[in-house]
């Protein structure tokens, strides 16, 4: 008889293994805790087994899982569903959602009771899962892991460019801000405004600022982004090489920070010396206005609220707090010294503060004058209707 070879067909060829087909349980208890996503739902504990696990049958399917103590077969515990896909995933009680997380199979889950689980962990949680088998064998001679250099460097960035929660913002002064000698108000004032103008805090506003032809290019170029631009741009290749080699600039790193910080509390820190031999402490803070009456109008009750202070320790005068509130137009000058014999000397001075104030535009709504922590110290009215309170 003649062979005839339907066209189209070839001989069969042997192939690897078969990928595992999903257990069909594990699909319908998936299935039948889709809908149940972000509810809770009650497992009937139904036997204890002899390894101190139970058999719970939650959503019409059995499951074998650890359970807090306390737990009585024929009793029943609440159970939230916390995810369906890729995997089940039920939290013990209906507490916060940082209780611990349960994973469940059909026929084998685990649960546990410890302590509440991080952001970290519960993220971590969610992740791919690798059996016990497939984990390699750690003893006294496994080699102590360690990180990449990537992972150093990152680490490393962090660390320096962490800041306490709370902690203000702290920019510390390379130079007095004065020569020797009394300072000029004008110039003392201009090196503040600089300070903080040029500390790189602001260097996004200053170059949307520079964008619209409100700023030179000058100004941007004494902050410390700009200076490490031009810095990197005036490289040979070879420092530019050993640059990229030492790892990334961890003071860009602190410097982002600190960016972050002053917008986040809304107020800034700077230590140095007013002039040679002068120790300063200045801060910045700004405030969105409460809306309470302050007897100045509307448009008052909600201006912002700038509070700028300053701490001496003068030779003769001791250590000396001056606080100045601006609340739109309005001054407040609060001033406490250590001793009733200092705030008797500044207040002997009150009018000469309250004359450049008003020869500068700022005339006072308020001056306070008093001794720190000591309520036997006598009032003084600087202007109408403003009283001093020690």
Same mark, same amino acid.
């Given at each position: ?50 390894? /101190? ?137 201009? #090196? ?73 509390? /809304? #107020? ?10 002068? #120790? ?38 001791? #250590? ?40 500068? /535009? ?29």
């Amino acid at each position: 008889m003649q062979r005839l070879d339907t066209p189209g067909l070839r001989p069969t060829a042997p192939v690897g293994n078969a990928p595992t087909v999903a257990d069909p349980r594990q699909a319908a208890f998936q299935r039948a805790l889709q809908p149940l996503v972000g509810q809770t739902v009650q497992g009937q504990i139904l036997a204890k087994m002899s390894d /101190g696990s139970f058999l719970v049958r939650v959503a019409d399917t059995n499951a074998r899982m650890m359970l807090p103590a306390g737990a009585d077969v024929g009793g029943e515990v609440p159970m939230a569903v916390v995810a369906a896909q890729p995997r089940p995933l039920l939290q013990v009680g209906t507490g916060a959602p940082q209780t611990p997380i349960l994973h469940t199979q059909p026929g084998d889950a685990q649960a546990t009771n410890s302590r509440p689980l991080s952001t970290a962990a519960a993220l971590l949680s969610k992740a791919p899962l690798t059996s016990s088998e497939n984990l390699p064998q750690l003893d006294r001679n496994t080699a102590q892991a360690t990180f990449s250099p990537a992972a150093r460097a990152i680490a490393s960035a962090l660390t320096v460019a962490y800041t306490a929660p709370g902690a203000p913002v702290i920019i510390h002064g390379k130079a007095p801000l004065a020569g020797a000698g009394g300072p000029e108000p004008q110039q003392l004032g201009q #090196k503040l405004q600089s300070v903080l103008g040029e500390s790189g805090l602001f260097y996004e506003s200053h170059v949307a600022d520079w964008a619209e032809g409100k700023r030179p290019l000058q100004d941007l170029a004494r902050e410390p982004q700009m200076q490490r631009h031009l810095q990197a741009q005036g490289q040979s290749p070879a420092e530019t090489l050993a640059r990229n080699l030492a790892g990334p600039d961890l003071s860009a790193a602190q410097m982002i920070n600190q960016q972050l910080h002053t917008q986040e509390q /809304g #107020k800034v820190q700077w230590h140095g010396e007013a002039w040679p031999g002068q #120790k300063m402490q200045w801060e910045v803070a700004r405030e969105e206005g409460d809306g309470r009456s302050r007897g100045g109008g509307r448009e008052q009750d909600d201006a912002p609220v700038w509070r700028s202070g300053v701490k001496f320790r003068f030779p003769l005068l001791g #250590k000396v707090n001056a606080s100045v509130t601006m609340i739109g137009d309005q001054v407040h000058v609060q001033v406490q010294s250590d001793t009733g014999e200092a705030a008797d000397t500044l207040r002997a001075w009150a009018g000469m503060l309250q004359g450049a104030l008003d020869a500068a /535009g700022a005339p006072l709504s308020s001056l306070t004058i008093g001794q720190a922590q000591a309520a036997e110290a006598p009032p003084m009215s600087a202007t109408p209707g403003a009283s001093d309170a020690a």
